[in-house]
């Protein structure tokens, strides 16, 4: 077990084993790793790592201490609702990542609620199976339920099933654009109507899609309306830190109006040090992730996010392309930079083995089986490699005398 050494040690040789260290992971620079990274080019890298540095010290908690970041933050939500067809009465906050945006969605849903029906028992969230683990994690910390409902064939939600499954105690409806494991944007408008109709809260999970989504369409993606655009959207969450290339830490979540917005504060006035009030969860918020996320922001401008985003779009679409290729099938219809895919006659488990073994990190997909891709720039260069590995792979997976026993896990 490790014991803090008892005296320090010189920082060349922390620096020198901090890089050792690094041995042992995935190899994400050189395209390894098709998760938990988002990668738009060293130059992106270097004015998120040198705002960050800025700010290293620098506390969000303390907004009329550090002006500047609460400037920053500002800035950082309007250019969010631009991009997002937030009207004049939307407002927003940045929190430290998507599952903090989602469950300050959660919280704002349940306090509506409750404000509204001070009865309410047990409020329950209904969603599709494909939805972020982020909604249960919230639902089990804040005691509200889950209902997680069969998706279409195409792997969306279905909106005539969520309105069938409405119960008394369902507060809220939940969309993503997109889902995380496919890929692929849910009938927002669809499900909104339904959540109008009832009355209920409809939160848009665009985390990983927020901050790519918008430039998609702006190059003739023709994806379907998911923004407050879509009459009875409340609540949008949208993460920095993935295809809006900020440091990590960084997320936004967005409110159609005040009124849905003043249900995510926290305010406490009853201790010795003066009242506490504050938008997120967590107290101490990095400065450094603030100053990042308003410095990348500003340095790529619409002009460089659709740069960035045209060039990840060509990677997911020659991905799509090889794999079709190699008699593998793209499960749904990815429109983004995530995509998946699997075989309806192949052992596709062996076959990301034998990837793995050929030093790729495989992300697999459950339902039904199937290989996660989730695509940054760091992608582009090695698309025929991964290509030419997944064709031997899918020789040597033939091959094999034993189905696989691969485990998907994605934390
Ligand atoms: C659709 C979606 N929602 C929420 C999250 C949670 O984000 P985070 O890991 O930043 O908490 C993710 C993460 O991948 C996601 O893909």
């Known amino acids: 077990m490790s014991k803090l050494p008892l005296q320090g040690k010189p920082w060349a040789e922390l620096e020198t084993e901090l890089k050792a260290?690094?041995?042992?992971?995935?190899?994400?620079?050189?395209?390894?790793?098709?998760?938990?990274?988002?990668?738009?080019?060293?130059?992106?890298?270097?004015?998120?790592?040198?705002?960050?540095?800025?700010?290293?010290?620098?506390?969000?908690?303390?907004?009329?201490?550090?002006?500047?970041?609460?400037?920053?933050?500002?800035?950082?939500?309007?250019?969010?609702?631009?991009?997002?067809?937030?009207?004049?009465?939307?407002?927003?906050?940045?929190?430290?990542?998507?599952?903090?945006?989602?469950?300050?969605?959660?919280?704002?849903?349940?306090?509506?609620?409750?404000?509204?029906?001070?009865?309410?028992?047990?409020?329950?969230?209904?969603?599709?199976?494909?939805?972020?683990?982020?909604?249960?994690?919230?639902?089990?910390?804040?005691?509200?339920?889950?209902?997680?409902?069969?998706?279409?064939?195409?792997?969306?939600?279905?909106?005539?099933?969520?309105?069938?499954?409405?119960?008394?105690?369902?507060?809220?409806?939940?969309?993503?654009?997109?889902?995380?494991?496919?890929?692929?944007?849910?009938?927002?408008?669809?499900?909104?109507a339904v959540a109008q109709e009832r009355d209920l809260w409809m939160h848009v999970d665009a985390c990983v899609g927020g901050y790519i989504a918008p430039f998609a369409r702006k190059l003739g993606v023709d994806l379907p309306p998911f923004d407050f655009a879509v009459p009875g959207v409340v609540s949008i969450s949208a993460d920095l830190h993935k295809y809006g290339y900020t440091a990590k830490g960084a997320s936004t979540l967005f409110f159609r109006d005040g009124e849905a917005f003043r249900f995510m504060l926290y305010d406490f006035d009853n201790w010795p040090r003066g009242r506490y009030i504050t938008k997120t969860l967590v107290g101490t918020r990095p400065g450094g992730a603030i100053a990042a996320a308003w410095a990348?922001?500003?340095?790529?401008?619409?002009?460089?996010?659709?740069?960035?985003?045209?060039?990840?779009?060509?990677?997911?679409?020659?991905?799509?392309?090889?794999?079709?290729?190699?008699?593998?099938?793209?499960?749904?219809?990815?429109?983004?930079?995530?995509?998946?895919?699997?075989?309806e006659d192949r052992d596709i488990r062996a076959i990301g083995e034998r990837l793995a073994a050929r030093g790729w990190l495989v992300g697999y997909l459950t339902q039904p089986w199937g290989i996660h891709l989730m695509l940054n720039l760091t992608h582009e260069p090695i698309v025929e490699a991964y290509l030419a590995d997944l064709a031997a792979a899918i020789e040597e997976a033939a091959a094999m005398d034993r189905p696989s026993t691969a485990a998907a896990s994605y934390s």
Do not use: C
């Open 296 to 343: 990348v922001m500003n340095y790529l401008g619409e002009d460089g996010y659709l740069k960035v985003t045209e060039r990840i779009l060509n990677v997911r679409r020659r991905l799509e392309a090889g794999v079709t290729a190699l008699g593998l099938k793209v499960w749904g219809r990815p429109q983004l930079g995530i995509m998946a895919y699997g075989s």
């Open 21 to 192: 260290a690094k041995a042992d992971d995935v190899d994400w620079v050189n395209g390894r790793a098709a998760v938990y990274i988002h990668y738009a080019g060293e130059d992106v890298l270097e004015v998120a790592k040198k705002a960050y540095l800025m700010y290293f010290s620098e506390n969000g908690l303390g907004p009329n201490a550090f002006k500047s970041l609460a400037r920053f933050e500002n800035d950082v939500v309007n250019f969010g609702l631009g991009l997002l067809n937030g009207g004049p009465d939307a407002l927003g906050a940045m929190t430290t990542g998507g599952t903090e945006s989602i469950f300050l969605a959660v919280k704002a849903a349940r306090d509506r609620a409750r404000a509204r029906n001070p009865n309410l028992g047990t409020p329950e969230i209904l969603m599709a199976q494909t939805a972020h683990p982020a909604f249960d994690k919230a639902a089990h910390f804040m005691g509200l339920t889950t209902r997680r409902l069969p998706v279409r064939p195409d792997f969306t939600a279905d909106p005539g099933a969520m309105r069938d499954a409405i119960g008394p105690q369902t507060i809220m409806l939940v969309g993503s654009a997109p889902a995380f494991p496919h890929g692929v944007v849910d009938p927002i408008a669809e499900i909104a």
